[in-house]
């Protein structure tokens, strides 16, 4: 039951972020006005979850017992420094020669940084390699409280394996044990996912 936990888990997260890069390549669009053709959602939508091309390697690592759950945004796809430079550098290199690299250089810059910045509620490195601290947002009595909080490594890896067990000992006989996700979490991948459909269709 653990890795159909792991794969709903994976699969909902995953829904954000392809939303989101779909949402983004439609919004861009209109700000360039283009007429997006439908092929360029799913090139956003790839963009969106790039960094988690290291996910197939860290799932072979828990199956055979040689890593946590827990131990994700370790590898060089979660660093941003690492791969949002290069990438829309490199773009925007192209966008001196054909125009269309421009926009998907910026496409490709806020993709990126919305997959960042969703993966920083559990914490990421955003100075990578440079700086080993993860960095994550920290919310106490609601939004008058936010802030983004750096921890070591070590400390880091306390916290959201912790976390990650008092929810599911909190949600145990339940079905959200299954989803690990809280109800607010389901409802934000399923709203953005109706979001991008709504757009891409009727507007």
């Known amino acids: 039951m653990k890795y159909v936990v792991m794969v709903v888990e994976i699969g909902l997260n995953a829904l954000i972020d392809l939303s989101m890069g779909a949402i983004i390549v439609h919004l861009m669009g209109k700000i360039f006005g283009y007429d997006v053709p439908f092929y360029f959602y799913p090139i956003g939508?790839?963009?969106?979850?790039?960094?988690?091309?290291?996910?197939?390697?860290?799932?072979f690592q828990v199956v055979r017992g040689k890593r946590k759950f827990t131990q994700t945004h370790r590898m060089v796809p979660h660093y941003p420094v690492i791969m949002i430079i290069p990438i829309c550098s490199t773009l925007g290199?192209?966008?001196?020669?054909?125009?269309?690299f421009f926009y998907w250089a910026l496409v490709a810059l806020l993709c990126l940084v919305s997959h960042y910045t969703?993966?920083?509620?559990?914490?990421?490195?955003?100075?990578?390699?440079?700086?080993?601290?993860?960095?994550?947002?920290?919310?106490?009595?609601g939004w008058r409280k936010f802030s983004i909080v750096s921890w070591s490594k070590n400390k880091w890896e306390v916290w959201i394996g912790l976390l990650k067990e008092k929810m599911r000992r909190e949600r145990a006989g339940r079905f959200e044990t299954y989803l690990n996700l809280s109800a607010k979490e389901l409802a934000t991948a399923l709203s953005l996912f109706a979001i991008a459909v709504l757009l891409i269709f009727l507007w």
């Open 93 to 100: 290199i192209l966008g001196i020669f054909y125009p269309v």
């Open 45 to 59: 939508a790839v963009l969106a979850v790039l960094p988690d091309v290291d996910y197939p390697y860290h799932l």
């Open 118 to 141: 969703h993966d920083t509620i559990e914490g990421i490195r955003w100075l990578a390699p440079w700086g080993g601290n993860y960095y994550r947002f920290s919310v106490r009595r």
